[in-house]
Nanobody, 122 residues
Framework: QVQLVESGGGLVQAGGSLRLSCAAS????????MGWFRQAPGKEREFVAA????????YYADSAKGRFTISKDTAQNMVYLQMNSLEPEDTAVYSC???????????????WGQGTQVTVSS
């Protein structure tokens, strides 16, 4: 029913930039919080950033502040993650997620995309 499809991942050198996209479909998301998470091999999934459809409020993990920017296109049901000054430590599978109404720092979101690989080389 609900589908979240990520794109924009790839290989980039340290200091470079990538822009991830999440296309949301299947239902209205106007009451939802949309988030980005990442998971490196052998590590737990961690929160990166989130944005609320209703008011555009943004939330960032400490690791993302000052480097990453989350944004949305409400009319197109698109969510973006602009990642600048990338570091090898940012290498992970990045996934888009949706949570009804309330923001959460945890990974307890209702819907998940399949993820897109981001690899940052030194």
């Amino acid at each position: 029913q609900v589908q979240l499809v990520e794109s924009g991942g790839g290989l980039v050198q340290a200091g470079g930039s990538l822009r991830l996209s999440c296309a949301a479909s299947g239902r209205p998301f106007t009451t939802y919080t949309m988030g980005w998470f990442r998971q490196a091999p052998g590590k737990e999934r961690e929160f990166v950033a989130a944005i609320k459809w209703t008011n555009g409020n943004r939330y960032y993990a400490d690791s993302a502040k000052g480097r990453f920017t989350i944004s949305k296109d409400t009319a197109q049901n698109m969510v973006y993650l602009q990642m600048n000054s990338l570091e090898p430590e940012d290498t992970a599978v990045y996934s888009c997620a949706a949570k009804a109404k309330e923001f959460a720092w945890s990974d307890e979101y209702d819907y998940w995309g399949q993820g897109t690989q981001v690899t940052v080389s030194s």
